[in-house]
């Protein structure tokens, strides 16, 4: 039998279990180590950093090919290269501007911004999904919705004076 459905045997079961607190316990050490902004969801860029960490973790615990150094090792470049792209990024703006989205108008006091919406490929029915969540049924003239740079549709609403 080359692949058993539930049970291969205690050996493998053993390396899961040590594998999975020594890894988990290297990567706790490395994020408090390197600061809150490596698992922070400001851009699409920080997104995919935070799924590759995860990747790479459940790759340390489950597949027998990887050593637990190795992988430790993985995990502490990824992490090195994401403080290094942020630590880059707030100090030299071309390589902000290349890894980081700008803000877009969406909606701006109840129009639809039909040409930013194309652009950022956003529909008028995500859009009324956002107000939805945000307590509104229709349109208010006063509405304007921005897509954030992390992918958030945020809903604002102009204050009277």
């Known amino acids: 039998m080359d692949n058993p459905i539930f049970f291969d045997d205690w050996a493998g079961i053993g390396r899961i279990l040590i594998t999975g607190v020594l890894a988990y316990a290297a990567l706790i050490v490395m994020l408090r180590t390197s600061g809150k902004r490596t698992l922070s969801k400001f851009n699409a860029f920080d997104f995919i950093v935070t799924i590759c960490l995860g990747s790479m973790l459940s790759s340390i615990i489950i597949t027998k090919s990887v050593p637990l150094l ?77 897509l954030e740079t992390d992918g958030a549709l945020n809903v604002f609403k102009a204050v009277s004076r």
């Open 70 to 146: 190795e992988g430790v090792v993985a995990l502490a470049l990824l992490i090195a290269l994401q403080f290094a792209m942020t630590w880059l990024s707030v100090r030299w703006e071309p390589l902000e501007k290349l890894i980081k989205s700008e803000p877009k108008i969406l909606v701006h006091r109840g129009v639809y911004q039909d040409k930013a919406m194309r652009a950022e490929r956003v529909t008028r029915e995500e859009i009324t999904a956002a107000l939805h969540a945000n307590g509104h049924g229709d349109m208010p003239a006063s509405c304007s919705v921005v």
